[in-house]
């Protein structure tokens, strides 16, 4: 039996194709059997003169160029097969693009990925629309047994527990009495509490009690934590995992060095990246930029850099008591570009904890506590790669286009990149909960 379709009611966030041909030029494509069999059947070596496919590890991949893109991209910037044969005789993978599907027991969660430039921008529908067609490509889908969603550790959550947690935290980040500042704040504090606790013996109306209680303190208790700047350590894990999500290996260029040279070349980037000194290896959408420049700039809500005195905002123009060195001006942050930056990371974050991308089958089936800390770790990285795109223009203050970036380069791994899901990258986060380094971080980019 096939699960009901479940797409999250966000009337914020619309979703329409544009044929911008980003999508074509950035992901690499796995193929199903059904897949190679319809573009086989379609002639397409005759047509192009040469293979489409490229073995890689056991599995069946599109073919890219020497620039990335596939090899059906053609020069409108459209797809061949689309144009050629309709939507419906792409691969699966393709006609997907940017939903995602989440199975648990109760139904199939309907997440978006905001690599889509027109989902970043919320151009298009409204979501619900697609429904006809999410489901007949769900249907294409083989069978699989749907996916129990894990409190902390094994223990299995009950769908009461899931949805405490998942109306809980949506409540707090839509929010609009609060500033940004606060409410990602706010966020990283619930999170870091969550990972903290033991759930075990927080079931069902405990849980509630628990996630309602902290939910009701976090805007009294901000102002009566301590903020130090975060940990030199805390800012390499945090570049780091910067590194692992923008870290985009192609099959062509693996093959071409092999892998001795492929797995060399990327522990130097890492090692580059987690020094945070001198200039960073060229990364697609970002060039080379002296991590020096970072200093430079300010939060992404126009707050400045970590470890200094926070600035109310409640004018257009942010000074701030110590800025990053002696000769930068003030900030000067439109009302209007604070409100799309704001928007943007709650119509993101809230669209993966309701679209079932947080954790469970959404999330290389981590529990609900690491699943949140990892989703947590992303926000960061945006944030910080947003401002590290911001210097990398030679801007001091971060623009919309910047984080629309970032966020684009962070989510499109989330989810779909295997070393995501490794032992390094959950002891990176359980670190940075435990040495409270995952508020302070929210706090310094924010």
Same mark, same amino acid.
Request: glycine letters at 14%; proline letters at 4%; charged letters at 15%.
């Given at each position: 039996m096939k699960l009901p379709i479940y797409i999250p009611e966000l009337p914020g966030q619309k979703y329409s194709c544009h044929g911008c041909g980003a999508c074509c030029r950035d992901f690499t494509v796995q193929l199903t059997p059904l897949d190679l069999q319809k573009l086989d059947e379609q002639g397409w070596r005759e047509q192009l003169g040469q293979e489409y496919v490229v073995q890689f590890r056991g599995h069946s991949w599109l073919k890219? +160029?020497?620039?990335g893109a596939c090899v059906f991209l053609g020069d409108n910037g459209l797809c061949k097969v689309h144009a050629q044969f309709g939507l419906q005789a792409k691969p699966l993978a393709c006609q997907f693009f940017p939903f995602m599907l989440s199975p648990n027991v109760r139904d199939t969660h309907v997440g978006i990925s905001f690599a889509c430039g027109s989902v970043a921008a919320s151009k298009g529908a409204p979501l619900q629309t697609h429904r006809l067609d999410v489901r007949r490509m769900a249907e294409l889908l083989p069978a699989s047994a749907p996916m129990p969603v894990k409190l902390q550790g094994k223990l299995i959550a009950s769908e009461a527990e899931v949805a405490i947690i998942e109306t809980a935290l949506d409540a707090w980040l839509s929010k609009q009495h609060i500033s940004p500042a606060t409410r990602y704040q706010g966020f990283a504090w619930l999170v870091t509490s969550l990972l903290q606790a033991n759930l075990q013996n927080m079931r069902g109306e405990k849980l509630r009690l628990l996630v309602s209680t902290l939910t009701n303190a976090v805007e009294q208790e901000l102002p009566l934590l301590d903020w130090p700047p975060p940990p030199p350590r805390a800012w390499t894990l945090l570049r780091q995992a910067v590194f692992t999500r923008i870290e985009d290996p192609k099959i062509g260029d693996l093959l071409k060095r092999g892998k001795v040279a492929s797995v060399l070349g990327q522990l130097l980037r890492s090692r580059k990246w987690s020094s945070g000194r001198?200039?960073?290896?060229? +990364?697609a959408g970002f060039g080379a930029v002296d991590f020096a420049r970072f200093d430079t700039t300010f939060g992404?809500?126009?707050n400045e850099c970590a470890g200094h005195a926070r600035i109310p905002m409640t004018t257009n123009i942010t000074e701030p008591a110590h800025l990053p060195n002696a000769h930068a001006s003030p900030v000067i942050l439109a009302n209007q570009d604070i409100a799309a930056m704001d928007d943007l990371l709650q119509r993101w974050i809230r669209s993966s904890i309701l679209g079932g991308r947080a954790w469970g089958s959404g999330l290389y089936g981590l529990p609900i506590d690491q699943?949140?800390?990892?989703?947590?770790?992303?926000?960061?990285a945006a944030l910080w790669l947003a401002r590290f795109h911001a210097a990398g223009r030679g801007e001091q203050r971060v623009s919309l286009l910047d984080l629309q970036v970032a966020v684009g380069r962070v989510d499109r791994t989330s989810g779909r990149a295997v070393w995501l899901a490794t032992p390094g990258e959950r002891l990176r986060v359980k670190w940075l909960s435990h040495s409270d380094s995952l508020r302070l971080l929210a706090r310094a980019l924010v």
């Open positions: 890219q +160029t020497d620039d001198g200039i960073s290896p060229k +990364t992404v809500f126009a699943g949140l800390g990892l989703i947590l770790v992303n926000l960061l």
